[in-house]
Nanobody, 115 residues
Framework: QAQFVESGGGLVQSGGSLRLSCAAS????????VGWWRQAPGKEREGVAC????????TTVDSVKGRFTGSRDKSKNMVFLQMNNVKPEDSGVYYC????????WGQGTQVTVSS
């Protein structure tokens, strides 16, 4: 089973862009899907995107639709989250996770959007 390590988080201004990466120690093809979730302090963790490892298609939650895009590179065992036109409410710790929530989970990368 793959294990995940996220990177690419940091500080970004509202309206800017950021690309998160998730590197797997094993094969991402061990999963049908890999997802991105996020959690802000004091709030529940929420799913953001789910990416098919079969054909690369990605779905996103309504709050980020049109702004965030999930993708994968099976040859590199990596998945990505392209974040465009970010908003302060996008701030939080972002996690990649197997089967879009079942696990395993990465340890997360912090994203902070300033106004």
């Amino acid at each position: 089973q793959a294990q995940f390590v996220e990177s690419g988080g940091g500080l970004v201004q509202s309206g800017g862009s950021l690309r998160l990466s998730c590197a797997a120690s094993g094969s991402i093809s061990d999963y049908y899907t890999v997802g991105w979730w996020r959690q802000a302090p004091g709030k529940e963790r929420e799913g953001v995107a789910c990416i098919s490892m079969i054909d690369g298609r990605a779905t996103t939650v309504d709050s980020v639709k049109g702004r965030f895009t999930g993708s994968r590179d099976k040859s590199k065992n990596m998945v990505f989250l392209q974040m465009n036109n970010v908003k302060p409410e996008d701030s939080g710790v972002y996690y990649c996770v197997g089967e879009c929530g079942a696990g395993p989970w990465g340890q997360g990368t912090q994203v902070t959007v300033s106004s």
